[in-house]
């Protein structure tokens, strides 16, 4: 297989930092420290920069690199980054120069930039040394592994943060899309690491695939992002051509581990067409022919190809799929890139004493503690609101005092109107209704065909076992047709169910027609039926009054949760100086009782208010509960107005519910009756194979009895059509045709550990074998009131196509991919 490919080193130049950083912290942190004391540390880092831009051209340990680096990282957190004045140049990692020496290059005064170069390089070290691995033994494989995922992490953090940190056009190898090329490059190569060493351990062959496609997927992405018009140019002559070569590699790995999943599960035609490709790819990739990994594996795929096509013309006749029916196989991302850890080596800090990391740390976790404190007041003020509006909801709040005179709809009302109007109406519903008659019939009468064929033929079996006895020497209809009888039952159950369902839509039809049909009106028309609300007289209008009241002590409520939750939100605290002044007193952070003692004088106004909010919540709730009930009481109950509003609000809600159900009781008579017609194809297919049985028989015996002596009888011919087999196009009597290949059984066995076979082979069952497996697919999740659930049908989805009759021989019909309820959970 391919080599690895390593990314090429950024170059840089020598520049005295040593003379700008004294300045700078002289600068910055004068009446502090004194610059002798940062003397040591700033020789230390210039040398440690010489060794970092020059050692790389040795591929030496990835020490230096990280030595520098955390330095880098260091300094550039506790000093101002704006203030460095620094000429950091770097070349551009790809460009080759020309004859007259000239490179691209970029020169920034920044921490940031040398820091983002620093890292590149590193990026590109644990490149090179994962290249130079030689693949063959464990500690090798995790090595490399492990130095390509860190690649890839560095090289999405710099997509992520270049432009943060340069602030202008950059060279090309820093170019975000350049990254991310890089990036995917290297985390396909480290998951192309693990594939070898999942063929190495030899672990089992559905992992192997799993990690091959996932390796095929992530070339796939590489070799697009790195073709693009702007990036192509960069790359060395061979790498697109590499990453080409290990796309078909990998892609024909899948296929060949896959196809030994499909060999130990008897998908014989599956694992055929997945060693077709397998052969195709691995033999077309550079090696593939010849020796090698990848033509030792061609070579296997090609022998098993031959033998697996072997057995299938001799022993399955299983169909093979085409190449792009194949199924993808599952992906297994296991190599993820790993994020830059905060620091690589083990090296001390050299400038521990400049400025107390603790301080940052102390500010991130206190600003942290703060969010989750607003957060948790914040979110305790929603759910009291969200609780408070519930409780209006139930008391018709404010829709019952909305107009206490007059005819005039409230706006609720009116909206309700117009969707229901804009859906259709009553006459869109109606015709949803008027459609399941039709095709429920439908679904019987391709039941009933299908009972009536099963018993004519068991009832022309009877009389001929009648008549001619013992020398009737074939299996009795009632022992092989057990199985389609036991799915006539469920399909015929799975109706009753559906009738019993249609019912309950009909009757919530009926019970809110009428208010359905006037919300389909104009709003003149409805408010004409809606009678006028009662003039509030005494007690009624005190209770209204008091209603109104409390209403608007429910709005100032909610505008003062809005306020404070605003005021949570911007409340913001400064503890540097604090966190400064307890490091230096006491010499350690106690950044918990710090910021909790902060952070609790500063909330606590705030948190005071929620609690009187919430406590006026009770208080308002049990006052608006008490008026209404006055209000009721005062008017008698519920004014005509009232129930006419209410019943036309339960309309709408009923409009849109029965429109979900009838529209999902539609699709799901279509579904059932792709079922109900491959079922019936079977029974066919059974009948036409046992009547031609007969014919055959019937001649043994009419010759036997025309011989003068008597001769054992025949066996009888195997044309028993196996229920599992391929629809074929509805009839009552199929004509003639060649009976099937007696080879092979029905897979009762294998489909033992489920109620249905999850893919019936479609092979001809043996004479005397064990009857036919039970196998109905039905319509998944539709069953409201039975009490067996009934399996999904495992096959993929198809789009559904409209019903003929007689349907064309296509393929076994699936199911639907959801039922029809017409009450679904709220």
């Not at 880098?72 to 020496?101: R, T």
């Not at 919300?519 to 109104?548: F, K």
């Not at 489909?751 to 043996?766: D, F, I, K, T, V």
Request: glycine share 4%.
């Amino acid at each position: 297989m391919a080599e690895l490919l390593a990314v090429p080193f950024k170059k840089s130049s020598d520049v005295d930092i040593v003379k700008p950083l004294k300045n700078l912290i002289q600068n910055t942190y004068s009446g502090s420290e004194s610059t002798e004391d940062f003397s040591d540390a700033i020789n230390e880092l210039s040398r440690l920069r010489t060794a970092a831009i020059w050692k790389v051209f040795e591929k030496s340990s990835l020490d230096v690199l990280y030595s520098y680096y955390d330095q880098l990282v260091s300094l550039e957190s506790k000093i101002p980054p704006q203030e460095v004045q620094i000429p950091f140049k770097w070349k551009d990692a790809f460009d080759k120069g020309s004859i007259f020496g000239g490179r691209m290059s970029l020169t920034i005064s920044s921490l940031a930039y040398e820091r983002m170069c620093i890292l590149f390089n590193i990026a590109a070290m644990q490149s090179a040394i994962a290249a130079q691995q030689p693949l063959d033994t464990e500690e090798s494989l995790k090595l490399a592994a492990k130095l390509l995922q860190q690649a890839a992490g560095i090289f999405t953090y710099l997509k992520g943060n270049i432009m943060l940190a340069v602030h202008q056009e950059t060279t090309p190898d820093l170019n975000p899309d350049t990254l991310n090329a890089l990036s995917q490059l290297m985390l396909a190569q480290a998951q192309e690491v693990i594939a070898y060493k999942c063929i190495r351990d030899e672990m089992k062959e559905s992992m192997v695939a799993k990690v091959c496609a996932q390796c095929e997927e992530l070339f796939t992405d590489a070799l697009r992002s790195m073709q693009k018009d702007a990036l192509k140019n960069l790359w060395e002559r061979d790498w697109l051509s590499t990453i080409s070569t290990k796309q078909a590699i990998f892609r024909g790995l899948t296929q060949y581990y896959q196809a030994q999943v499909c060999r130990a599960n008897k998908s014989v035609g599956e694992e055929i067409a997945r060693l077709q490709v397998a052969s195709a790819e691995l033999r077309a990739a550079p090696g593939g022919a010849g020796g090698g990994r990848v033509g030792d594996v061609a070579a296997r795929a090609a022998r098993q190809l031959a033998a697996a096509q072997r057995d299938n013309d001799f022993i399955y006749h299983e169909r093979v799929p085409e190449p792009r029916a194949l199924d993808p196989v599952p992906r297994a991302p296991v190599a993820k890139p790993l994020a830059p850890p905060p620091r690589w080596g083990a090296a001390a800090d050299l400038w521990e004493r400049l400025l107390p990391a603790a301080v940052h740390a102390a500010l991130a976790a206190s600003g942290a503690r703060r969010a989750e404190l607003v957060g948790a007041e914040i979110n305790q003020l929603r759910d009291a609101t969200q609780l408070l509006n519930s409780i209006l909801a139930s008391l018709n709040l404010p829709a019952c005092i909305e107009s206490e005179s007059g005819g005039g709809l409230p706006e609720s009302i009116r909206s309700k109107a117009r969707a229901v109007r804009e859906a259709g109406g009553l006459p869109a519903l109606a015709q949803l209704m008027a459609d399941l008659p039709d095709l429920l019939q439908r679904n019987r009468d391709i039941l009933n065909e299908a009972d009536r064929m099963l018993r004519e033929e068991a009832e022309a079996d009877a009389a001929l076992r009648q008549q001619f006895g013992a020398r009737w020497a074939r299996t009795p209809s009632d022992q092989l047709t057990e199985a389609f009888r036991a799915n006539s039952a469920k399909y015929a159950q799975i109706i009753d169910n559906a009738v019993r369902a249609d019912a309950i839509v009909q009757q919530k039809f009926q019970q809110h027609k009428e208010s359905i049909e006037l919300l389909s009106r104009s709003e003149g028309e409805i408010g004409a039926d809606v009678p006028d609300a009662p003039a509030p007289r005494g007690p009624d209008g005190d209770a209204l009054r008091a209603l109104r009241e409390l209403m608007a002590d429910v709005e100032a409520l909610k505008a003062e949760r809005d306020e404070i939750e605003a005021a949570l939100k911007d409340t913001t605290l400064d503890l540097r100086e604090r966190f400064l002044q307890a490091l230096a007193a006491d010499g350690a952070l106690d950044e918990p009782a710090l910021s909790a003692g902060a952070l609790g004088a500063a909330l606590a106004p705030l948190q005071r208010r929620a609690g009187a909010t919430l406590r006026a919540q009770e208080r308002l709730a049990a006052e608006l509960q008490a008026a209404h009930a006055r209000l009721m009481a005062a008017r008698g109950g519920a004014s005509g107005r009232d129930a006419a509003l209410g019943k036309l609000a339960a309309a709408s809600d009923a409009y849109q519910d029965l429109t979900a159900n009838l529209r999902e009781g539609v699709k799901f008579y279509n579904d059932l009756t792709q079922l109900l017609v491959a079922f019936q194809n079977k029974v066919s297919d059974f009948c036409f194979a046992r009547k031609t049985e007969k014919e055959e028989l019937l001649k043994d015996l009419t010759q036997e009895a025309s011989r003068p002596s008597q001769r054992p009888a025949p066996a009888p011919p195997q044309h028993h059509v196996d229920a599992a087999s391929e629809p074929a196009v509805v009839k009552k009597e199929a004509p003639p045709r060649p009976p099937p290949p007696s080879a092979g059984s029905a897979p009762a066995a294998s489909a033992s550990a489920l109620p249905y076979p999850a893919q019936p082979q479609g092979m001809p069952l043996p004479y005397g074998a064990t009857p036919y497996p039970v196998y109905a697919p039905v319509p998944t999740l539709y069953n409201p009131y039975a009490t067996l659930p009934y399996p999904h049908h495992m096959r993929p989805q198809q789009p559904y196509q409209p019903y003929q009759y007689p349907p064309p021989p296509a393929g076994y019909p699936q199911p639907p991919s959801a039922g029809y309820n017409p009450y679904p959970p709220q």
